[in-house]
């Protein structure tokens, strides 16, 4: 059973990190979706002087970068099984925000509003196993009780 559980957090890590890999290779795509995000109005001055520290760099591409960084090594975490439950609770809270910006279905009528909730689910059920993966951590320890006991 182990081997189980090892492939089965290898394949599911293969998701974040496909997808981080994707934002960090196109960071021009990746940063027009970002530019969605609207950065509240008591967080302008200090999104004003991150952008002056970067060299003028726009923060909508800053939120790319740092996106695809925490996809890919949050997923390198879990499909290592080194800091698997930290990488997993990162991610948690990465795909509910991801839920929230971009697949606000209750905002939307029709087709697209089916099309982003069934989207929305999908993001809850990636939740639903990246909470199992941060319930499991790194296995079980020799001296608790295995997956063999089933």
């Known amino acids: 059973m182990p081997a189980f559980i090892a492939l089965g957090r290898f394949l599911f890590s293969v998701l974040f990190i496909f997808s981080g890999a994707n934002k ?26 991150l952008e002056g520290l970067a ?9 790319a970068i740092g996106a695809g960084v925490t996809e890919l ?6 499909a290592l099984n080194f800091g698997a439950r930290f990488g997993s609770l990162v991610l948690i809270l990465f ?11 209750w905002n939307m009528d029709g087709v697209d509003a089916q ?22 951590g790194r296995g079980p320890r020799a001296a608790e009780s295995s997956h063999l006991d089933v």
């Not at 960090?24 to 002087?49: F, G, N, R």
């Not at 090594?73 to 879990?78: D, K, P, S």
Request: charged share 10%.
């Open 24 to 49: 960090l290779l196109d960071i021009a795509a990746t940063t027009q979706l970002t530019q969605k995000i609207a950065v509240p109005e008591m967080l302008a001055t200090y999104t004003s002087q």
């Open 55 to 63: 060299g003028g760099m726009p923060f909508a591409q800053m939120l």
């Open 73 to 78: 090594v949050c997923g390198l975490l879990i």
């Open 95 to 105: 795909v509910a925000a991801k839920i929230y910006y971009y697949h606000d279905f």
């Open 115 to 136: 099309n982003n909730m069934i989207l929305a689910l999908k993001s809850v059920s990636l939740i639903g196993g990246l909470f199992i993966v941060a319930g499991i």
